[in-house]
């Protein structure tokens, strides 16, 4: 588990890059209040994703506008997925992320 | 062995009847040739070409792929000189023969050129400068001439000529339209319509002649002027004639086929005498008929099908009912049938409103539908065509034919449709196919015209083919956002949508998607066209919420490839200082700009920034914003002017500055950029601006709008020539101010000048002919009055994390070295 900060760091429907156990993950805070951890690098041509545009169901890249699920990581242009990081907002207001290294090694 | 089938002509009849073939399992070794040296292209679209809404990639109906994967030969590019009918042979021009068991003439027309003093010249084809319209390769070079070329002529007042002039008005500045008879379109329109049809294209900035006999093309080494029966000549260096065409039966008569205006044929399609020789589209001629249009060799073509393959021996056509379109973008005109009643018991029904451009009329005969002409308003076309072409019973409310007068509904109307009639008239597709198509999961309405065909042609029949996808999907159409939305997520065109975002006081973006949207979905490709819409409309008092804007405009400079940021300092009017210039040195030192550029829009941009940098440097610099990356007032490009140059007429650098000073940040639909220019010479390119203003002699200035050099090229259209700096900024604000209000998400003024066509604007702009100038001039004096460098921003961020970077902060794995 690692806590990212202060949900409020991320604007209502933007998103923030984050540095989580040597990867990178965007975070998104929805409009409709909850949050999602994608990968922050476009599989196209590395784009900056935590600077693309948002709503409640699609992620889209500012480079070339590719679009992708927000909530699952699917390309929805044909491309390659995101990974999803699962990311939850604890009752003090504080992003957690559980630790990448961890989610991956089945225990 | 399969039987060996040979098709001579590879355009819309012969390629489609082969496709009619396969599609029906025929099992035949097929051979095709083709004068043209491509596959397959929808010559309808040709008009499209020329008026530069379709690219050339995009008319392409089979391509070489298609021949190859169907098994089929195809020689592009070779003609057909003779067929031997007893040996059963066709002999190519190069003197190959190819023989065959069955064979298809599918030739088709050419275009008629009447043999005018002056339009050939001896031994070398056409004049230089004149062109006749029919092929790919006659509109390319149609295109390339035109372009550098300044005023056309058409001749021929037809379908294809008035096609011809609008399209021609994308490369020229000024066209006009010569027409033999009294009225234009008159196969079609009685005089009243023509009439009434002349005045719209007129509207549309294309002079048009009527009665005018063409006595000579004039010219000694390219194409200078035409000269009328009456003595008349106008000057021109393009000439297209579109006179009509002649069926290509040359090479049938020479073989010993039966030929009269078309090659003559039988109800299977079959050349008289012949059993094993079949013609079908242009060339043909039923029953004393030969058509012109592609409607009736979708018939003729399933017809062959039919019989050919043996699915029915005794397939017969019976002739068509046609019915004609125009396509130009905005003059609407449909017609079918008879255009005059010539029996005294006919009933006829005229309704017309000139001063609208509206005309209609329909004629009926004996209960039945017999003609009937849509100018203007051709809302009821399609259910006019169903009732001509099957016969249907009509409405005893004879006036339901031209008016909806709450009738019912538009899916109603698709229910109603046979399954076999036919709604798209270009590509041949019915009712049936369509909602197959649908019924095959294919729910959406672009999903459908794509492998449909459907709607791909001309483009009238898109309502219609929508209706029916909804109509068979039983409400379960998928998300398609409609053209005419003014962006994707928000069903509602431009005026719709602006009244209700005014209606329900909708200041943000969120609020639009929560009242606008059918449950409240927000999209995200919406949010950036309506944050632009919102911000116009409310100044001030606009709610804005950063989420809603692109990254360029979150943090004010333009996102590049590698995620960095270019910054771009004001610089009005491209005049800099050299105190200027030193600051930007030094800044450029101190933060390692890896790259300083000059840029097209005469300023400096200092390339390759972090987002973190932007607000150091915009504190360094401190210079107000350039708005390189915003769909905004972008730049005025001006020349030296009369202060220093020898030529100069006008102070164009001051003006330039002034103007920029007052719109400068003004968001739009699209990119402003504007230019102010010394003297007709031009080196600030006025003419290809959205705006550009020419300094004439006598201390006048000329605005033209609606100019672009970009993806797109354009020359201005003339908005006004006016006597003062201060009329110039005045109307460039009202113009502006209109584009804002009334032009589509994304659509420069290169795209939306001719779309309302110059006159209207200047008539709103220059003439106040709506009463609405003192609106707009409000308008933008508060869009002015809210004008805030976003530079200043710097200071302290508008969100969390602003400028905190998004790129990867941690080198990540690279690809291993070997
Ligand atoms: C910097 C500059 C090129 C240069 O080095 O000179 C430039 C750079 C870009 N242009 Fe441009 N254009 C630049 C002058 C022009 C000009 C010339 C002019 O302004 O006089 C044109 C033709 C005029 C016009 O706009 O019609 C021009 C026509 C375009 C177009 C085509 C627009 C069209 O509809 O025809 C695009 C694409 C678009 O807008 O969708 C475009 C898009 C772009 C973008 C913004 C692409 C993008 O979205 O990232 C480029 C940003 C590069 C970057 O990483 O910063 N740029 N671009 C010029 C900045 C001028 C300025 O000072 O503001
Ligand atoms: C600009 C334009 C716009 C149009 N718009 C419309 C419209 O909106 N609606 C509509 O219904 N119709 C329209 N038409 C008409 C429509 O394109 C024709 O009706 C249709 O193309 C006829 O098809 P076809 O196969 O008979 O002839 P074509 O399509 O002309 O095909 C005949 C082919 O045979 C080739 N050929 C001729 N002789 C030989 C030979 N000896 N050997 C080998 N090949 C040969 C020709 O090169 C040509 O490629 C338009 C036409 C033009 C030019
Ligand atoms: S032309 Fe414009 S958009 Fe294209 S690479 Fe150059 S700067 Fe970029
Ligand atoms: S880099 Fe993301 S869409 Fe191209």
């Known amino acids: 588990m690692r806590i990212l900060g202060p949900v409020t760091d991320i604007p209502l429907g933007e998103g923030r890059t984050y540095e989580v156990d040597g ?75 559980s630790s990448l290294t961890a989610s991956e090694v089945p225990s | 062995m399969a039987p060996r089938l040979v098709v001579i002509g590879n355009g819309m009849a012969g390629a489609r009847t082969v496709e009619e073939i396969l599609s029906r399992g025929g099992d035949f070794d097929i051979t095709m040739f083709g004068d043209e040296p491509y596959g397959n292209y929808n010559r309808i679209m040709l008009s499209n070409v020329l008026a530069g809404v379709e690219d050339e990639s995009g008319i392409f109906l089979n391509d070489l792929s298609w021949y190859a994967d169907n098994g089929i030969t195809l020689h592009a590019g070779r003609r057909i000189s003779r067929i031997d009918r007893f040996a059963k042979q066709v002999y190519a021009e190069d003197g190959t023969a190819t023989p065959y068991d069955k064979l298809i003439i599918a030739t088709g027309s050419r275009a008629f050129v009447p043999p005018i003093p002056g339009i050939h010249r001896p031994g070398r084809g056409y004049h230089q400068g004149v062109f006749a319209f029919r092929t790919l390769d006659d509109t390319r070079s149609m295109i390339r001439y035109a372009r550098e070329h300044e005023r056309a002529v058409v001749i021929g007042g037809g379908l294809l000529g008035l096609e011809a002039a609008r399209g021609l008005q994308n490369h ?122 592609v409607a009736p060799l979708w018939d003729q073509a399933k017809v062959l099908a039919d019989h050919l393959t043996g699915r029915d021996p005794q397939a017969a056509y019976h002739g068509s009912r046609i019915a004609t379109k125009l396509k130009v973008a905005g003059v609407d005109v449909a017609s079918m049938g008879l255009k005059e009643s010539d029996r005294e018991d006919d009933e006829t029904l005229v309704f017309s409103e000139p001063r609208k451009g509206i005309y209609k009329s329909v004629i009926i005969r004996d209960g039945r539908l017999v003609g009937a002409t849509l100018v203007g308003d051709v809302k009821k076309v399609a259910f006019l065509m169903q009732a001509f072409d099957r016969g249907l019973a009509l409405p005893e409310d004879r006036v339901e034919l031209m008016f909806d007068l709450g009738g019912p509904p538009a899916e109603v109307s698709a229910a109603e449709l046979a399954d076999d009639a036919q709604v798209c008239n270009c590509n041949g597709v019915t009712k049936g196919t369509i909602a197959e198509t649908v019924h095959g999961g294919c729910k959406t309405v672009s999903g459908v015209m794509d492998r449909t065909r459907a709607g791909k042609g001309c483009g009238t029949c898109k309502s219609l083919v929508a209706q029916i996808v909804e109509w068979a999907a039983g409400g379960a159409v998928e998300e398609d956002p409609k053209a005419s939305w003014y962006v994707p997520g928000v069903p509602m065109p431009k005026p719709e949508l602006m009244a209700a975002i ?78 200027q210039l030193r600051r930007i040195a030094e800044v450029a030192e101190k933060h390692a700009v890896p790259m300083v550029k000059l840029t097209g829009g005469q300023r400096i941009d200092l390339l390759g920034i972090p987002k973190e940098t932007l607000p150091k440097i915009w504190a360094d610099l401190d210079m107000p914003s350039g708005y390189a990356y915003g769909k905004s007032f972008r730049t005025v490009k001006t020349c030296v002017g009369s202060d220093f140059c020898r030529f100069g007429v006008g102070d164009s650098t001051a003006l330039g500055i002034a103007l920029e000073e007052r719109y400068q940040g003004i968001e739009g639909p699209g990119k402003m950029k504007l230019a102010v220019t010394g003297c007709p010479r031009n080196c600030a390119e006025a003419y290809v601006k959205d705006l550009g203003v020419v300094a004439i002699d006598g201390g006048r200035w000329e605005l033209y709008v609606g100019g672009a050099a970009g993806a797109h090229v354009r020359k201005g259209d003339l908005l006004a020539t006016v006597e003062s700096p201060e009329e110039v900024i005045t109307l460039t604000g009202r113009f502006l101010q209109y584009y804002r209000e009334s032009a589509n998400w994304l659509e420069r003024t290169y795209a939306w000048v001719p779309r309302l066509g110059i006159e209207h604007i200047r008539a709103v702009v220059v003439d106040d002919a709506e009463g609405i100038a003192a609106d707009l001039d409000a308008a933008m004096a508060a869009s002015v009055a809210a004008y805030r460098d976003p530079w200043k921003e710097r200071a302290e961020p508008a969100t969390p994390g602003q400028f905190r970077t998004s790129l990867p902060l941690v080198v990540l794995p690279q690809v291993p070295v070997r």
């Open chain 2, 502 to 579: 005014r209606k329900y006081d909708l200041r943000s973006v969120s609020s639009v998607f929560a009242k606008l949207v059918p449950g409240g979905e927000e999209d995200a490709k919406s949010k950036m066209g309506l944050a632009s819409l919102l911000k116009m409309m409310w100044g001030d008092r606009y709610i804005d919420e950063r989420d809603a804007r692109f990254i360029n405009d979150r943090v004010h400079a333009n996102i590049q490839r590698d995620g960095t940021f270019s910054v771009v300092p004001q610089m009005k009017g491209g005049v800099t200082t050299p105190a």
């Open chain 2, 172 to 293: 020229v500045s000024q066209v006009t339209l010569l027409h033999a008879m009294g009225h234009l379109m008159n196969t079609q329109l009685d005089a009243q319509a023509g009439a009434i049809l002349q005045r719209s294209v007129e509207k549309l900035g294309i002079e048009v002649v009527c009665d005018a006999m063409t006595t000579e093309i004039l010219g000694k080494h390219a194409v200078t002027g035409v000269k009328l029966s009456d003595g008349r000549v106008i000057d021109c260096d393009v000439v297209v004639v579109a006179a009509g065409i002649r069926a290509n039966t040359e090479v049938a008569a020479a073989s010993g086929l039966v030929v009269e205006r078309g090659i003559v044929v039988d109800d299977q399609m079959r050349a008289q005498d012949e059993p094993d020789i079949y013609v079908v589209g242009e060339c043909a001629q039923h029953r004393g008929e030969t058509y012109g249009l």
């Open chain 1, 23 to 97: 990867e990178m993950v965007a975070v998104f805070r929805l409009r409709d209040g909850s949050v999602r951890a994608l990968s922050a690098v476009c599989p196209h041509r590395g784009g900056p994703l935590a600077d693309g545009q948002i709503d409640n169901k699609v992620l889209v890249c500012p480079l070339h506008l590719m679009a992708f699920d927000i909530t699952t990581g699917c390309s929805l242009s044909g491309i390659s997925d995101l990974t999803v990081y699962p990311v939850t907002v604890d009752a003090d207001g504080h992003l957690v992320i």
